[in-house]
């Protein structure tokens, strides 16, 4: 009988994904009243962004139950996320660099890949 591993990195995986998509929920919030002072493009960013926080919810959920598809959506949403945050350090766009940028842009989403990567985490998801 083959023996089952035990491991709360899923669980660690599901806190880290709901902070981020809480995150994100009021980033899409917030950008919302722009529309109603006459920048009507942020209504489709802000809602774009409400649905990408709806997405990490239902993967983080996902997650917690131990899916296989959701593991593998949460390392590529991570992924592109790193990468994207790496490219808006790297080019000289004016964006902000302040310690809590780089908390929720850089070490979240590398904690989750860390958290999802390899074979004694993927053996845990069915």
Known sequence: MEKAIETSRPEA?????LLQS???????ISALPFAIGGELHMIGLGLATLLVALLVCLVAIGVLW???WARRTALALEIVALAGSVLQ???PIGA????VTLLTNVVVPAAVIWLLWG???RSVFS
């Open 66 to 68: 131990r899916r296989r």
């Open 96 to 99: 902000n660099h302040a310690p």
């Open 119 to 121: 074979r004694m985490t």
């Open 89 to 91: 350090l790297l080019l």
């Open 22 to 28: 809480i995150f994100w929920m009021v980033a899409g």
């Open 13 to 17: 995986v599901f806190v880290l994904l």
